[in-house]
């Protein structure tokens, strides 16, 4: 079954506790994204990767590390939280010119 | 940055009733893509419109493009308590590979 998945879909963690998001499609897209949802701000993009070993910021960058090392993997990283980072995330993947498929989500609280 | 915006921002409806959501954009577009999110779950891709189709159906969904206008519309026919859910649009530059989306419409089916 085509799919992205995410890992954990819940998360509580304390200020500065270093974190990672893990995320993984087996559809072997080129493009993978993370946005991240807030009440009455819709979706905002984080990082975006077109490709292993290439990446690039979205429009919320600050705070938060991508990587892409094969093909299947987009990690979100969180080196040091902060409770502004508390949200809803999702990683997607697409082709070019094609839709996205979202992964469940994570809920991520900081304290 | 948002390239997409809803409007409006909340429609609730009866059954049975028609539900027409609009978006619209700010630059240029390869293809404008449709989406629905159930209460915190992640997005499902409903519809893609390409920058060079005026009118696309999917079963009770209809998708209309004015390039010239930069605005799509979702229209869905008959509802249904089901159909309750927030909806999205999302911009294809094409360049980038960004999707970038809209803040969505919270659409309410009443029974």
């Known amino acids: 079954e085509a799919q992205v998945t995410q890992n954990p879909r819940y998360l509580i963690t304390v200020t500065g506790k270093k974190l990672t998001v893990t995320c993984s499609q087996n559809?072997?897209?080129?493009?993978m994204s993370w946005y991240r949802q807030d009440p009455g701000l819709g979706l905002r993009q984080i990082y975006y990767?077109?490709?292993?070993?290439?990446?690039d910021k979205g429009d919320v960058p600050e705070g938060y590390k991508v990587s892409r090392k094969e093909k299947r993997n987009f990690p979100l990283i969180l080196e040091s939280p902060s409770p502004n980072q508390t949200s809803l995330y999702f990683c997607?993947?697409?082709?070019?010119?094609?839709?996205?498929?979202f992964g469940q989500g994570t809920r991520l609280t900081v304290v | 940055s948002q390239q997409g915006e809803e409007d409006p921002q909340a429609l609730s409806i009866q059954e049975g009733e028609n539900a027409t959501m609009n978006c619209s954009y700010k630059?240029?577009?390869?293809?404008l893509q449709w989406y629905r999110q159930n209460s915190g779950r992640g997005l499902v891709h409903l519809i893609l419109?390409?920058?060079?189709?005026r009118e696309k159906h999917s079963g009770r969904l209809r998708v209309t493009l004015d390039t010239s206008k930069k605005s799509s519309s979702l229209l869905i026919t008959a509802s249904r308590a089901a159909d309750t859910a927030s909806y999205f649009c999302?911009?294809?530059?094409?360049?980038?590979?960004?999707?970038?989306f809209g803040q969505g419409t919270r659409l309410t089916i009443n029974p």
């Open positions: 997607a993947s697409r082709d070019r010119n094609t839709e996205a498929f």
């Open positions: 559809m072997n897209h080129e493009y």
């Open positions: 990767s077109m490709n292993v070993e290439v990446t």
């Open positions: 630059t240029s577009i390869n293809n």
């Open positions: 419109i390409r920058s060079n189709e």
């Open positions: 999302a911009t294809d530059g094409g360049g980038a590979q960004k999707l970038v």
